[in-house]
């Protein structure tokens, strides 16, 4: 030990390694001062601004955003909002608005947030759809925003809204989300209207020139009317079809609603508008998923006499429309999406259905062909598929492939059993070659393709010939 203490005390005698000594120590008080500094100013600095926050998220009745003091009771206290109601930020404030949306000023630039935060938007039906979208579109930056319904919230529609909790259980749906978006953007201008849209109450529930209408109501009357309003008075908007009943999110598109097929609420929405002259021109946001998977929820003995008095308001469905949350949520949101974008001048195309028409007509060609070849008394042509009818086939019973061979290339559609009647449950696809061997067998199916082919294609068209039945 005495040996170890004389070596290190000839070694710190050494004016060298006093010296590197010295330095060393030198450099961990600088890099300590340094580093401690720095600490002190990062935790004054985040005091700091979380102070100026809080200040300015504490309202009162002299509030610099203009806002009454009391956000959460907006059905007393209703402030009406238009294209044209300021919106009052403090330099502050707008530095934590630009922070909050900093990842959509990268996305759209500049130009194309200063649209979407000067824009106004209307939401028609604060459910599970237009409560999603409404949000998006708030944390997207739109700072003007008219929600409207006349329904409550009640503990089934915590599975699908978006700012439903148990605490608002029995609150109107709009002052739910209102209340909702004060935490995420105080300085935004919500107008709550708990109200029952009809044709009679459009123009006023509507005004103040809105950029663009979201229609989420799902009575069928109530959103043709609505529609019919905002095509006569050139109003942007966009609808909701159905997403009741549906699961496969893969399916959900955009389109005009005169493209839009296998969607009963689009179909009969259509029907609607071509009476009062509207033939196209109205974006949609539906499912092409095939109906018939669940079914409505039946009526109790009770109700069967007289339905119509156990129905909410007149007019509107007895029976209770099966809901997977995620779906009304998708729809809500894939609107926002659509808005944003086009309000930012930053276009889309939705493609449900582009660059597929002329390929559903080549095939609604080909297989009027093959049917003419039939003659009447070996079971000739009963029924000429339109060419949707061919996309349906196509797309939805084959996924766009060959039954036989799997194949993308040179698709046709052909009878299946030529000794019945042509449909969507006895058409299958095939390529050409193989079609055109297909017709000329002679015998029973099975003695020309393996058991496996025969049961995968009989099995799909048994399952289309059940859904045909909801068609």
């Known amino acids: 030990m005495s040996v170890y203490l004389e070596k290190l005390s000839r070694a710190l005698g050494d004016t060298r390694v006093q010296l590197v000594t010295t330095a060393v120590a030198a450099s961990a008080v600088t890099v300590g001062v340094m580093w401690g500094t720095r600490k002190a100013r990062r935790t004054r600095k985040t005091r700091r601004l979380k102070h100026d926050a809080e200040d300015m998220l504490t309202l009162d009745d002299s509030d610099d955003f203009g806002l009454p003091a009391d956000r959460h009771t907006s059905t007393e206290n209703l402030v009406a909002v238009t294209k044209h109601t300021p919106v009052h930020l403090s330099p502050n404030e707008e530095l934590l608005i630009q922070e909050q949306l900093a990842r959509h000023y990268v996305f759209f630039g500049q130009e194309g947030m200063a649209k979407v935060r000067d824009s106004f938007v209307v939401v028609v039906g604060a459910g599970g759809v237009g409560s999603w979208a409404a949000l998006m579109l708030l944390r997207s930056g739109v700072q003007r925003i008219r929600v409207i319904d006349f329904d409550q919230v009640t503990l089934s529609s915590l599975n699908r809204h978006a700012a439903a909790t148990r605490a608002n259980v029995g609150t109107p749906k709009v002052d739910a989300l209102k209340q909702s978006f004060a935490d995420i953007a105080p300085h935004a201008m919500v107008e709550a209207r708990v109200a029952l849209f009809s044709a009679e109450t459009a123009a006023d ?16 009357d109530t959103k043709t009317d609505l529609l019919e309003f905002c095509k006569k008075h050139n109003l942007e908007v966009i609808s909701a079809m159905g997403a009741g009943m549906k699961s496969d999110p893969s399916r959900v598109q955009i389109a005009d609603i005169s493209d839009t097929f296998e969607d009963p609420m689009s179909r009969a929405v259509r029907r609607r508008l071509k009476l009062r002259g509207i033939m196209s021109g109205v974006n949609v946001v539906y499912s092409t998923e095939k109906p018939g998977k669940v079914q409505l929820l039946s009526l109790a003995e009770s109700q069967k006499d007289e339905p119509g008095d156990f129905s909410v308001l007149p007019d509107f469905r007895v029976r209770i429309v099966p809901v997977l949350g995620t779906m009304p949520a998708m729809f809500g949101v894939a609107m926002a999406t659509h808005v944003l974008t086009e309000l930012a001048g930053f276009p889309t195309e939705p493609l449900p259905v582009k ?31 339109r060419a949707n009818d061919c996309g349906y086939v196509l797309e939805e019973i084959w996924r766009g492939r060959s039954a036989i061979s799997g194949s993308i290339e040179r698709l046709a559609l052909t009878r299946w059993r030529r000794d019945q009647p042509m449909a969507t449950y006895n058409c299958v696809c095939m390529t050409k070659p193989e079609a055109d061997r297909h017709e000329k067998l002679t015998g029973d199916l099975e003695d020309h393709y393996p058991a496996e082919t025969l049961e995968y294609i009989e099995r799909r068209l048994d399952e289309e010939k059940q859904l045909s039945k909801w068609r």
Do not use: F, T, W
Not at 205 to 220: F, K, Q, T, W
């Open 205 to 220: 529930l509507l005004a103040g020139s809105p950029d663009y209408v979201l229609d989420c109501i799902d009575n069928m």
């Open 355 to 385: 660059g597929r028409h002329a390929l559903y007509n080549r095939l609604q060609c080909d297989l009027g062909a093959r049917e003419s070849k039939i003659p009447p008394e070996a079971g000739g042509p009963r029924m000429q598929m």
